[in-house]
């Protein structure tokens, strides 16, 4: 064989080598637990990716639901401190800082320095629910306690992946692991539509069973906080908060007309319209924004 010969197929492995390596799945990143305290879960290929700035409001900016905040901030307390607590749904009306509270408390609860180790926050998308058994086989062996937070949970029609998520919180053979507890904001209580709910009462043969299937799965979370749409006077008290925080300076009527006509031309009052009122209001005044 001549040497232009063995060139010629050296060349053909190289090619040969280059190819089927762009075929084989990248591999998966480290995760490093200790480089963030907020991440967020990519389930394919499965790793954790680290939040470095997170979008949160301070917990003193929240206004309107302070029973539930409180709450809230108790059963974080207890469970960053190694004690018992319960999985957690918040559900209720939109746009009233059930998503801003549960990253806030997070905030607020690593804040306190009551802690050994940071309490860590990771979001999973309502989209890998189903991979939550190896999401929490990942972290059960880890130092660190974790909120799983998964926003705007609900499912539709002939979804069956709220089962995986009933076995994962309390109903699989290991159970939920010690060092995680599991977070989720809906606008439906039950989080699934009331008339899938109602669907499985009129058309199974044992009606009362097939609805206890659906709306167990609410049941896993021990503790219901309910976000209900606020008074006037709580939106205004939003706007006074966040006007504050930010030092914008207006004249109170002012302030009071122009949010109040806000409101209306949005047809609601919550703690998401009161904070793009301030965002537009910063911009027509010429102010930065705090972080």
Known sequence: MTDS???????????????VAHLAPPPVPETDLGEADCFVWQADPGYLEPVLKVNRVDIGLIRGVDRVRDILVDNTERFASGYAANNVLLWGARGMGKSSLVKAVHAAVNAS????LPLKLIEIHREDIDTLPKLMNLL???????ILF????SFDHDD??????KAALEG??????ANV???ATSNRRHLLPRDMID?????AINPSEAVEEKVSLSDRFGLWLGFHKCSQDEYLDMIDGYISHHDLAIDPATLRAEALEWATTRGSRSGRVAWQFTQDLAGRLGKQLKD
């Open 160 to 165: 069956t992946s709220y089962k995986s998520l």
């Open 140 to 146: 059960k062996a880890a130092p660190y306690r974790f």
């Open 5 to 19: 010969t063995i060139e010629a197929l050296n060349k053909k492995l190289d090619r040969l080598i280059e190819a």
């Open 172 to 177: 699989g053979v290991e159970g939920r692991p």
């Open 113 to 116: 320095a009551k802690l050994d």
């Open 199 to 203: 669907n499985e009462r009129s058309t």
């Open 150 to 153: 998964c926003d705007d949970l």
């Open 181 to 183: 507890i599991f977070y």
